[in-house]
């Protein structure tokens, strides 16, 4: 069984709902820094950022030895391989949705999280600033919505995990002061990828999550 240690932010989403839609074995294991359940000496020889989300494979597809995984993107492949799902073995669809799986993480990603930092998070308001990623954001909307006019997903015709690491930071277009009613295609994929069983688990994973932390 999968040891899944779980932190409510995107990249823990993405994992949640990859692995409901697998339907592996897997367990749950919600943690923050500072849990007496998981202190900082026991994250850190999990994944050097201290934080989720992280996965334990017992038993890896190649025979190998138990397996420690850390970052989002990272798990995504390593489950598509393991799975043998939503990731093509054929050449040009692979690399398609490589090419997602990188320009969500390292374009996408550092964009809406800027965007919702200095919107309502840091203490100073700075309207340039706040302008000139409110900007950007709307730039990476549109690449999304031209790229989905032409394709019923992110990587093409099949759903992948391109989609599952887009669709929790598309959840929160409302923080980043969008209106999905201007991006139709993007709107048009998210309603679909919502009703979605596995992403519908996901999110009551979330919830239980944010709940027992409260009570904590």
Same mark, same amino acid.
């Given at each position: 069984?999968? *040891?899944?240690?779980?932190?409510?932010?995107?990249?823990?989403? *993405? &994992?949640?709902?990859?692995?409901?839609?697998?339907?592996?074995?897997?367990? &749950?294991?919600?943690?923050?820094?500072?849990?007496?359940?998981?202190?900082?000496?026991?994250?850190?020889? $999990?994944?050097?950022?201290?934080?989720?989300?992280?996965?334990?494979?017992? *038993?890896?597809?190649?025979?190998?030895?138990?397996?420690?995984?850390?970052?989002?993107?990272?798990? $995504?492949?390593?489950?598509?391989?393991?799975?043998?799902?939503?990731?093509?073995?054929?050449?040009?669809?692979?690399?398609?949705? $490589?090419?997602?799986?990188?320009?969500?993480?390292?374009? $996408?990603?550092?964009?809406?999280e800027n965007m919702e930092y200095f919107s309502h998070h840091s203490k100073r308001i700075i309207p340039s600033t706040i302008e000139l990623y409110q900007t950007e954001t709307v730039?990476?909307?549109?690449?999304?919505e031209q790229n989905l006019i032409k394709n019923m997903y992110i990587a093409g015709d099949r759903y992948s995990i391109a989609d599952i690491a887009l669709y929790p930071l598309i959840?929160?277009?409302?923080?980043?002061?969008?209106?999905?009613?201007?991006?139709?295609?993007?709107?048009?994929?998210?309603?679909?990828?919502?009703?979605?069983?596995?992403?519908?688990?996901?999110?009551?994973?979330?919830?239980?999550?944010?709940?027992?932390? *409260?009570?904590?």
């Open positions: 069984m999968i *040891k899944f240690y779980y932190t409510p932010i995107p990249d823990g989403k *993405k &994992i949640a709902i990859f692995l409901e839609e697998l339907e592996l074995s897997y367990s &749950i294991h919600p943690f923050k820094l500072g849990n007496v359940d998981y202190p900082l000496q026991t994250l850190t020889t $999990l994944s050097p950022e201290e934080r989720g989300p992280i996965i334990i494979d017992p *038993k890896p597809h190649t025979g190998e030895p138990p397996l420690t995984l850390y970052g989002a993107s990272t798990i $995504l492949v390593y489950l598509a391989e393991k799975s043998g799902h939503l990731m093509s073995a054929g050449l040009r669809h692979r690399y398609d949705v $490589l090419q997602w799986l990188f320009w969500i993480e390292n374009k $996408l990603m550092p964009t809406l730039g990476v909307y549109q690449s999304l959840d929160d277009y409302q923080k980043q002061r969008i209106d999905l009613q201007n991006y139709p295609a993007v709107n048009n994929w998210y309603q679909r990828i919502s009703k979605r069983q596995a992403v519908i688990i996901a999110r009551r994973i979330d919830t239980e999550w944010r709940l027992k932390s *409260k009570i904590e």
